[in-house]
């Protein structure tokens, strides 16, 4: 059976993109290697053990072209609407709150950031299928 592990993405400045995750949802460095030509970074918290692993190309100085196949990543939190206030205040600029609905019950309330490379997040509530 195959078990998630890890999403990868690829910017252009590690520091500035690790306290951006630090920040936003509580991920911390798991782990770091450096290399020659590339530093790897992961980072999780205690909720679970699936990392986002930072990729930062040495001397890389264009960003990243997501082109039209990435979508997000998703995070889920207890308290949307806190989360929104916290992640407001620390300057980050979430997306208004959003609710889908579905057969006549919520199906999910949710919200989105970009990180510092322009990688959209989605943060859902902890609800029905998002646990």
């Known amino acids: 059976m195959a078990k998630a592990i890890h999403m990868m993405v690829r910017v252009l400045d590690l520091d ?3 306290a951006f995750y630090r920040t936003a949802l509580g991920l911390d460095v798991a782990d770091r290697f450096d290399f020659d030509s590339f530093t790897l970074v992961y980072l999780r918290n205690p909720e679970a ?3 986002v692993e930072l990729t930062s190309n040495h001397g890389r100085t264009e960003p990243y072209a997501h082109g039209d196949g990435y979508g997000h990543v998703a995070f889920c939190v207890d308290d949307l609407d806190g989360e929104h206030r ?5 300057g980050i600029a979430p997306q208004p709150v959003k609710e889908f609905h579905r057969d006549g019950g ?3 309330r949710f919200f989105f950031i970009q990180d510092p490379d322009g990688y959209r997040i989605e943060v859902l509530q902890r609800h029905g299928r998002y646990r």
Do not use: N
């Open 106 to 108: 919520l199906m999910a």
């Open 86 to 90: 916290r992640l407001t205040e620390a």
């Open 49 to 51: 053990d699936f990392e």
């Open 16 to 18: 500035r993109s690790v």
